[in-house]
């Protein structure tokens, strides 16, 4: 992984500012239950946010940002997926130690590897994606994920399909009807896809988004 990011960041200015992520915690990673993956858009280091209030080479590897401060509604969300079978509630998921363990039991993926900001521009992270292409697909079959979760409910998954061959193959595997927080399971060749909100969407409670979030999961063996 290093190898191919020393590759990828040479096609960067420094200006660029190019920052690293894939599997936040290898030890975890290797004990997980199942390997999960979140896909994103990019990293938020607008002013005043923690992550720019951190230490350079904790800013430019999103690996580190997570490790040391992992990120609650995903790592409920993946406290959802690795414990489906036994259909948790939102409490458990909730505890700090639950939680916490989870997030960095993962790996995250973000589709444009340069800073953003409080609000994501789709058409710039599209940009840099397809740019990007060639790297991405490296490095998801470097990770080799079971479960890829597209965090942003008709964007983030129509964007996997221009960039990987599995999810363009995909095949409809559930449909929820939960409205707002509606997802889908779609079942590739090699990987499940999970298309749902982002977990900072402010539609719904934490508890509704993580309800919508563990149907869809329980879908998946």
């Known amino acids: 992984m290093d190898s191919l990011f020393e590759r990828w960041r040479s096609t960067y200015t420094d200006e660029d500012k190019f920052i690293c992520d894939g599997i936040i915690n290898e030890d975890k990673w290797s004990r997980a239950t199942d390997r999960v993956l979140f896909l994103l858009k990019e990293l938020n280091l607008a002013p005043g946010s923690w992550s720019a209030s951190q230490p350079f080479e904790v800013q430019r590897d999103f690996r580190k940002t997570v490790d040391e401060r992992p990120w609650k509604e995903i790592g409920q ?20 130690a639950n939680y916490e363990q989870a997030c960095r039991s993962i790996a995250i993926v973000n589709c444009k590897k340069t800073a953003g900001s409080n609000s994501s521009s789709f058409s710039e992270i599209k940009k840099y994606a397809i740019r990007d292409k060639e790297f991405i697909n490296a490095q998801i079959q470097l990770i080799d994920p079971s479960i890829i979760v597209c965090c942003g409910k008709n964007t983030s998954f129509q964007l996997a399909k221009k960039l990987f061959q599995d999810a363009n193959d995909a095949k409809l595997h559930y449909q929820s009807t939960a409205n707002d927080l509606s997802g889908r399971i779609w079942k590739g060749s090699r990987y499940w896809w999970v298309d749902y909100v982002h977990p900072s969407m402010r539609v719904g409670t934490r508890k509704r988004k993580y309800d919508g979030l563990l149907e869809l999961a329980t879908q998946i063996p």
């Open 77 to 96: 969300w993946a406290y959802a997926i690795l414990h489906r079978r036994e259909k948790p509630r939102f409490a458990d998921a909730d505890a700090v």
